[in-house]
């Protein structure tokens, strides 16, 4: 036996961390506790290799010491040849080479600052290789994936730029976005992640992600992240990755393009093929090649002709050029996105159900801004930090940013029309537009929602409210609203007309809880003008 009872509690921990979801804050923080607690009472020489990468923290910097100093100690054991090691310990072994090796180079971010640069050569492989080298000179049968460095490193590459892509596309540190981010992980490296190393890592362009959502709630942020952390393979000769990173994701709005275009669009076209089509055309399914990925957005206001295509897409993998009859076979990733309700279209005849069910393996729901405020209503100040930085640019300095922020603040908090429990039906595209408004005219008048309704030019809420009324009537008698905004607006309206929750809820003959969650004070307070 190889490793004492305690080294194998302590290194199935270790494996357990390193094969978790970084985006899990809970089964991080239960592994983490339970290691932290761990002594294994081997002195952890002082390492003659620098760290390459400084560690994030001290959690990382002990725990990395103290599987070095096991590592140094296992050596010495395999080598004096007195132990019997099984396949399970070589793996346990394997698991604590990998381990460190990422630990040390890839833990703090270094490598992959900068996504558009990564074409160029990678220094850093020369000290991974020689890390590596070093714990795997031991007299036992490694597996395939530590005696392909280049390989290791590539998938260790790919592992810390999606954590870095997620990280910083994807802002917010509320329960639904902690989910958000869990669930986006698992689309890149699936729960086995031993498995991705040596075999799934060249079949997930084979999973298609559904992303669902509401309008402006980060779909295509997430679908950005999953296409951008793909695997390339890394060329130990040239220190370089056998492609660049960038360039690798096709998004395509289904509703921007003009119908008879779709499908040339999409798929391409042969001279010949309509009133137009003067020479061959490469669609986007064409232009993406392995390890890239086609993004369809509003999937919902697919046409059925596109839709049969589609389906041949994901089923066969292959697809026609329009007004061809040889298929064209299809290397990429599929990622499509929709805030429509697939099943509501199903229902009606304008979805297919078999392609909902080629689409429904890997399916992601992005949260709206109300369930992160309602989560964690002390996010909004770095939501709004964030949607400032954006607003003013990389050259702005933290300043302007600071300013901005707490103007934008003060308005949300100050103006009736928005206040603390604001819904935000635009999401975050909404709060964007709130601090770009606050930015530049220094305050946000947010869109009432018969305007959404009625798909109306937006008006400024002012000029709307003296007919909140009107608006309310006209819309019921047109039939436009919900059940559930025409509920919202009554008790809104009644509430504006009693002032207090006890007496609308005796007006409306409903539970006072009932009443109160019905209540929208934005609608209150344009009633009441
Ligand atoms: N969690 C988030 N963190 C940072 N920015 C976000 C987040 N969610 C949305 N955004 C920003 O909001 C805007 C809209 O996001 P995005 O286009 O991804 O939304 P969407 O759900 O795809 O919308 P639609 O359904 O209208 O296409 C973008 O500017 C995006 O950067």
């Known amino acids: 036996m190889l490793f004492t009872p305690l080294e194998r509690d302590f290194v199935d921990l270790v494996r357990q961390l390193a094969y978790s979801n970084p985006f899990d804050p809970d089964e991080q923080a239960r592994i983490r506790q339970k290691l932290d607690s761990f002594d294994l009472g081997l002195q952890a020489e002082e390492s003659k290799r620098p760290a390459v990468v400084s560690p994030p923290d001290e959690f990382t910097t002990i725990y990395s010491r103290r599987i070095e100093a096991l590592l140094v100690e296992l050596g010495k054991r395999v080598r004096c040849g007195q132990h019997d090691v099984s396949p399970t310990e070589v793996e346990r072994y394997e698991d604590l080479v990998i381990t460190v090796l990422h630990l040390r180079h890839f833990a703090a971010g270094r490598v992959v600052a900068d996504v558009r640069q990564a074409n160029q050569r990678i220094s850093q492989y020369a000290d991974y290789l020689r890390d590596l080298k070093e714990w795997t000179k031991v007299p036992l049968r490694l597996g395939w994936f530590l005696q392909r460095p280049e390989h290791s490193f590539a998938v260790y590459f790919q592992y810390q730029l999606a954590i870095q892509l997620i990280h910083t596309l994807i802002q917010g540190n509320s329960r639904p976005i902690a989910r958000l981010k869990a669930a986006t992980w698992h689309s890149i490296f699936p729960r086995e992640l031993r498995l991705y190393g040596v075999l799934l890592y060249e079949r997930m362009h084979e999973v298609t992600t559904l992303i669902l959502g509401p309008s402006g709630t980060g779909k295509e942020l997430v679908a950005t992240a999953i296409g951008l952390a793909r695997f390339v393979p890394f060329d130990p000769k040239r220190e370089r990755f056998t492609e660049p990173l960038s360039g690798a994701f096709h998004p395509i709005n289904l509703s921007a393009l003009p119908r008879d275009l779709i499908e040339s669009e999409m798929f391409g076209h042969v001279a010949g093929a309509f009133t137009g089509a003067t020479k061959d055309r490469e669609g986007w399914f064409e232009k993406c090649r392995l390890g890239h990925t086609v993004f369809l957005d509003e999937l919902g206001e697919m046409d059925e002709s596109v839709q049969v295509r589609l389906l041949r897409v994901l089923q066969n993998r292959e ?190 003959k409903k539970h006072r809880l009932t009443v109160q969650g019905r209540i929208d004070p934005n609608w209150v307070e344009q009633f009441r003008q």
């Open 319 to 508: 697809f026609y050029r329009v007004g061809e009859t040889e298929p064209r076979g299809f290397a990429g990733r599929v990622i499509a996105a929709t805030n429509r309700d697939l099943s509501q279209l199903i229902a009606d005849g304008r979805f297919r159900e078999d392609l909902y069910f080629r689409l429904c393996s890997d399916i992601i729901r992005t949260p709206t801004l109300r369930e992160q405020l309602d989560d964690s209503p002390e996010e909004l100040p770095a939501l709004v930090a964030h949607a400032a930085g954006r607003c003013l640019g990389d050259k702005a300095h933290g300043e302007f940013i600071e300013r901005l922020t707490k103007e934008t603040l003060a308005c949300i908090e100050m103006s009736p029309a928005i206040g603390p429990s604001y819904n935000w039906p635009g999401n975050f595209r909404e709060l964007e537009q709130c601090v770009r408004s606050v930015m530049v005219r220094g305050e946000y008048h947010p869109p009432t929602m018969a305007s959404f309704a009625k798909k109306e030019t937006l008006l400024p809420s002012p000029s709307v409210s003296t007919t909140a009324l009107d608006q309310f009537l006209h819309a019921v008698r047109n039939g436009t609203l919900s059940l559930e905004e025409l509920l919202t607006r009554y008790c809104s309206l009644i509430q504006s007309r009693t002032g207090n929750v006890a007496e609308t809820t005796r007006r409306l």
